[in-house]
Structures are given as C-alpha cells and as structure tokens.
C-alpha cells in the first residue's frame, strides 16, 4: 500500500517527491528560508533534475510561472538545496533551511522576467512557511548570500523590494548611486577591515582580512545582488557601504555600527 504524502502547505497544488533528502543535523527546526532560481531552460527539466537520485540535489518546494506550487521533500527532512555555504556562522545551511526554488532560467537564460504570478505565489508561500516556522524577516536569504563564490541566483532581478513590501524579508531602499569606488582591487587598510566587519556582522561569511581581495569582491557582489541591484560590480562604493548600514541599523544590532566606519 502506498503512503500518501500530505504537502506541509495548503498553497500546494501536488507532492511530487524527491528522494534526495535525509534527516536534519542538529537543528530541531529550520531557521531561515533560502530562494533560489532553477537556472534550467524549462521547469519540466528542473523537476527532473530535482526528483532524480543520480542529480543528489533537490528542494521542498518549486514554484512555476503560472504560480502553481510542487512540493518535493517535506519540511521537516533536509533537502539538498543550499551545497556548501555560510550565514551567520552557520555551515549546513541544509539542515538549518527551508529551499525554494523558483522557476526561471537566471543569468545564462538572459535573466528574464519573473512572471507575476509566479512572485505571488512565492510571497504566500514564503509568508506560510515564515509564519509556521517562525523564521526572522532577516533569514530570508538569496543563495547567492550563503554562497557568493559560487552562486548568483535568484539574482538581481529577482524583486527583493516587492516581497519586502508583502511582508517577506528584510529590506531597505538602496542609496543613490553616487561616487566612486571606495577602494582599489587588494587595497589594504583598517577602512577594509571595518566593512568587512560590517559584513560579517550582517551575516555575510567574509574572512576579515584588511585587503580588499578577491572573496571580499564576491560577497559585496551578492550583497548588491539582493540589496543594491541597480549596478552589481563588486566594487564597495558610498551607495554599497550606507545600504548596508542601514540593514545593520534595522536589525537593531547590539554592535555599534559608529565603531565600524570608513575612514
């Protein structure tokens, strides 16, 4: 007899289950929400990857363009969404996470647009799951956040600032863009250091070093990515440095944000 698999939201359509999961390690539930796009031609092609035990990757929910929802591996399992990554000193982002993604082809498909519907129906689902499990505004994260070396998705046109808007995640308004780069490639300097801190204080998984290097470059990239999309070059400018600043100052952090500026 067959074991009928109950979604674990009333927003989906169908369970469609996946066999690359496994128990949650040390985490009793998941404490952040992780979005991704699907990075694929076709949203049948990403099903099939997800749903297939030769691909070991996987996610509990994939949102389609017409806003119908498929659930794959329920909540309270570890999906294989996240891979290798960093938030707030936190490594296994799988088993401290819930993974949605979102059909879209992403960069290497031209970035379109993502459909309406399709942001509605993620905005539900994003609230339902937050509600439920009781996940801080500030823990809904880009896989690019938790992976900037290697990740870009949703990417920078995914609308950050809508979901914000309806109640998902944490968001400021981007400062103008102003000015000039801050800082030339593997500059060196207490200024370095300071925004990496202010980084890393936000969540971001950035060696503090004093140089501006390579991976520093990368996380400001998936910063701006999610929080300053108008121009994403990894360059930390007056624009980058008071967005984040700002976030910081939202989150009402307990470091003061005065002992971290530049210059």
């Given at each position: 007899?067959?074991?009928?698999?109950?979604?674990?939201?009333?927003?989906?359509?169908?369970?469609?289950?996946?066999?690359?999961?496994?128990?949650?390690?040390?985490?009793?539930?998941?404490?952040?929400?992780?979005?991704?796009?699907?990075?694929m031609p076709t949203g049948e092609a990403a099903l099939k990857a997800l749903t297939d035990p030769v691909s070991e990757v996987s996610a509990h929910y994939l949102v389609w363009e017409d806003g119908s929802i498929d659930q794959l591996v329920a909540?309270?399992?570890?999906?294989?969404?996240?891979?290798?990554?960093?938030?707030?000193?936190?490594?296994?982002?799988?088993?401290a996470s819930i993974g949605i993604e979102i059909v879209n082809p992403g960069h290497e498909g031209g970035s379109p647009p993502f459909p309406d519907r399709q942001i509605e129906a993620t905005i539900a689902l994003a609230r339902d799951i937050c509600a439920?499990?009781?996940?801080?505004?500030?823990?809904?994260l880009a896989h690019s956040d938790i992976a900037p070396a290697r990740k870009r998705d949703p990417g920078e046109a995914f609308p950050w600032a809508t979901l914000w808007r309806n109640g998902v995640g944490h968001w400021t308004e981007p400062a103008p863009l102003i000015g000039s780069p801050l800082f030339a490639h593997e500059e060196e300097g207490p200024?370095?250091?300071?925004?990496?801190?202010?980084?890393?204080?936000?969540?971001?998984?950035?060696?503090?070093?004093?140089?501006?290097?390579?991976?520093?470059?990368?996380?400001?990239?998936?910063f701006q990515r999610h929080f300053r999309p108008e121009?994403?070059?990894?360059?930390?400018?007056?624009?980058?440095?008071?967005?984040?600043?700002?976030l910081i100052d939202g989150l009402g952090a307990a470091v003061e944000t005065s002992t971290l500026r530049l210059g």
């Open positions: 007899m067959t074991t009928r698999l109950c979604p674990d939201s009333p927003l989906v359509a169908r369970f469609a289950p996946s066999p690359n999961y496994g128990e949650r390690r040390g985490y009793g539930q998941p404490n952040c929400l992780i979005l991704h796009y699907t990075g909540e309270r399992s570890r999906a294989w969404h996240a891979g290798r990554g960093s938030w707030k000193g936190e490594s296994d982002l799988n088993s439920r499990w009781a996940i801080a505004p500030e823990r809904v200024s370095v250091r300071a925004v990496q801190a202010m980084l890393a204080l936000y969540g971001y998984g950035v060696e503090i070093t004093g140089i501006y290097d390579r991976q520093t470059r990368q996380v400001v990239m998936a121009r994403v070059d990894g360059d930390m400018d007056a624009s980058t440095a008071a967005t984040l600043k700002a």
